[in-house]
């Protein structure tokens, strides 16, 4: 199974760059976040993809704001489930119950002030209370989609380093730690865990992404039982329609 996140920017503005994108790469199940569109907003070359379902959690809270969507190929989860959690604000967070697995696509806060920066912090809290409760039922768990945060001081590059810049605080990162200790693991930092230039975002300054100035903030977080049986993770740096550049996992059978 193929399973990819992307951070589209605005579904309308990229609708032809994403259609193209899953027709040329058919992954099995595509998360997307920032799509900023009410549901009946969204282009129909992207809600007639041949051979995919499509949910949106779209954007009610604010027009033109966050918003986020699964893409699953037909034919590829048996029986789907779809949820919005109870815990979801500013339409940022889709669920996927597929088989013996769920998947919980999120685009989380930023965080640029004070107020929007504790809806952060308490958005993390309980989206890991939320995981903890999957496991706690036996379920595998794969959480992808914008963390909006930078784990670790290789996931910046050095001239955006800053001690107190949002995206690398201390407690932002310990929010990110805590969901690792249930028992997630970072499958692409796993599978490259000296490389420094495994960026998935670039701020839009000139020459930035030319120069790969940037961030590793979209991101895998997979339980064990699925993490073992990822063979590649890769980000997909030639498409550039969007200032998050898809993230890919291959997940095999266990």
Known sequence: MKIASWNVNGIRAR???????VERRRPDIVVLQEVKALEEEIPSGV??????????????????????????????????EWEIPGFDVE????????????????????GDGPEHYAVKLRYLDDL?????????????????????????DIDVHRSQNKPGATGLRPEERAAIDAHLALGLRDVMRELNPEKRDLFTWWPNWKFARERNLGWR???????????????????????????????????GES
């Open 15 to 21: 609708h032809e760059a994403l259609s193209s994108w």
């Open 47 to 80: 809600t007639g993809l041949g051979g995919y379902l499509k949910f949106w959690n779209g954007s009610s809270f604010r027009k033109g704001y966050s918003g986020v969507g699964i893409l699953l190929r037909e034919g590829s989860c048996p029986e789907p």
């Open 91 to 110: 339409n940022r967070t889709a669920v996927l119950h597929c088989g013996a697995f769920t998947l919980i696509g999120t685009y989380v806060p930023r």
């Open 128 to 152: 890991r209370r939320y995981v903890a409760g999957l496991l706690a039922l036996g379920r595998e768990v794969v959480l992808t989609g914008d963390m909006n945060v930078a784990l670790r």
């Open 217 to 251: 903030i979209d991101c895998f977080y997979l339980t064990s039982g699925l993490a073992v049986t990822v063979s590649d993770a890769s980000v997909d740096v030639e498409e550039r329609s969007s200032d998050h550049a898809p993230v890919m996992i291959d997940i």
